[in-house]
């Protein structure tokens, strides 16, 4: 069988090709493979230097890979590569307190793998690993071209797609995918707006190492200002993500290290005995950020182009793979019926597949924030409550776990 060729070179500075994704984070380069493999030449669009992406040293940052991400992952022949370097989340413990209570308190919820068939919840794996592999990946695929350290200064859609780079080349797709983030130029080319707001809060996020196993148990601890999330990672490791007002994260953020576990101290517990930090720290801004549309002609958005939401239930980057999972299923079933792939009602049928699951997503963590994020006694006594309730009815419990898992609703092939 004869290789498929990479996207036609057509002068030395302009290149024609299928699909060309904008944003070379990790649903850029996922959606990419996808895509790959499904017979479009595509090109990725990366403004960040190569060398950056594939050197990147331990920080701390990861997610938490939903199952159904994992399907994914597996599918485009990413998974193997890394599973041995992920963390199974076996169990999620949600918990409801004060920053003196530790990460337990008397009611919570408890979320065990062992009542889902299909094996654990999900896994974390680390950002610097996820990256690596999937450049390696998209290094090899012959279908696709990745152009690192340049960006997109100009875009058209005038019958067909093009892009000019900063570089000076120019593309030309049938269709641009942006996969740029919250700020998307993609978007804002395409004279896409966005709606939302912010929370007041900032998450502090660093790698913690402990003296005691983990056990491959998730935390989710409510205080007023924010939820704290204590997320297992490889080894006696654990990811936080902490979420504080703006003034007082701020305040954190500037402390040195010995002065920052001080306050964190309390606030984590001592069920993991004791703790000391590894690797960097980070601070981020908390909002809600969803574009009023998914597409445009000629252009269609994924992950946080498309939607940015509270990192209270750790979904953003996957409700992004749910994004490329759909759309590289919607273009592929479109080339098979012969259609052209960016015709606005193929566009619309990848954006009918997401909106209600992200509306629903973005309602649901917005409204978890804000009923969490409050210290009035009723409000306190009332979620307790409703904690405790859940954690009595398995039918009820073992649903929301689905939920978490990502193996609920109108799943794409690829997450089957």
Do not use: C
């Given at each position: 069988m004869d290789n498929p060729a990479r996207p036609i070179i057509l002068t030395p500075m302009s290149i024609k090709t299928d699909i060309a994704i904008v944003g070379g984070g990790l649903n850029g380069p996922a959606l990419a493979l996808a895509l790959a493999q499904a017979g479009f030449d595509v090109i990725v669009i990366d403004a960040l230097p190569e060398p950056v992406r594939k050197n990147a040293a331990f920080d701390g940052r990861s997610y938490a890979l939903a199952h159904a991400s994992t399907r994914l992952l597996d599918a485009i022949g990413i998974w193997d590569g890394i599973a041995d370097r992920t963390q199974p989340m076996l169990e999620i413990k949600v918990s409801d307190g004060r920053a003196d209570m530790g990460p337990l308190s008397q009611f919570y919820l408890h979320f065990d793998h062992a009542e889902l068939e299909e094996g654990p919840m999900g896994y974390m794996c680390e950002d610097r690993i996820l990256r690596r592999a999937?450049?390696?990946?998209?290094?090899?695929?012959?279908?696709?071209?990745?152009?690192?350290?340049?960006?997109?200064?100009?875009?058209?859609?005038?019958?067909?797609?093009?892009?000019?780079?900063?570089?000076?080349?120019?593309?030309?797709?049938?269709?641009?995918?942006?996969?740029?983030?919250?700020?998307?130029?993609?978007?804002?080319?395409?004279?896409?707006?966005?709606?939302?707001?912010?929370?007041?809060?900032?998450?502090?996020?660093?790698?913690?190492?402990?003296?005691?196993?983990?056990?491959?148990?998730?935390?989710?601890?409510?205080?007023?200002?924010?939820?704290?999330?204590?997320?297992?990672?490889?080894?006696?490791?654990?990811?936080?993500?902490?979420?504080?007002?703006?003034?007082t994260a701020a305040r954190f953020a500037a402390l040195d290290d010995e002065d920052f576990l001080h306050v964190l101290r309390p606030r984590f517990g001592d069920f993991l005995g004791d703790i000391s930090l590894a690797g960097k720290r980070y601070t981020y801004p908390l909002s809600l950020s969803i574009a009023t549309s998914f597409v445009a002609e000629r252009v269609a958005l994924v992950g946080d182009a498309a939607h940015g939401v509270h990192p209270i239930a750790g979904q953003g980057l996957n409700a992004g793979l749910r994004d490329v999972a759909a759309l590289a299923q919607v273009l592929s079933e479109a080339r098979q019926r012969g259609e052209d792939i960016a015709r606005a009602d193929v566009l619309e049928r990848y954006q009918r597949w997401r909106r209600f699951d992200v509306a629903t997503l973005a309602l649901t963590t917005d409204a978890s924030n804000r009923i969490f994020s409050s210290d009035n006694p009723l409000l306190r006594l009332g979620r307790d409550l409703g904690m405790g309730a859940i954690n009595a009815v398995p039918g009820l419990r073992r649903r929301i776990m689905r939920e978490a898992a990502g193996l609920s609703g109108d799943l794409p092939a690829l997450m089957r």
């Open positions: 999937f450049l390696g990946a998209a290094e090899a695929e012959p279908r696709i071209t990745l152009i690192s350290n340049d960006k997109v200064v100009a875009q058209s859609t005038d019958g067909l797609a093009r892009l000019t780079l900063a570089s000076g080349a120019d593309v030309e797709a049938q269709l641009i995918i942006g996969s740029d983030g919250r700020g998307s130029g993609t978007a804002e080319r395409a004279g896409i707006t966005r709606t939302g707001w912010g929370y007041g809060q900032t998450a502090l996020v660093a790698a913690i190492a402990h003296e005691k196993p983990h056990n491959g148990i998730a935390h989710q601890f409510f205080m007023p200002p924010g939820p704290l999330a204590i997320l297992p990672l490889p080894g006696n490791m654990s990811s936080i993500v902490w979420s504080e007002t703006d003034e």
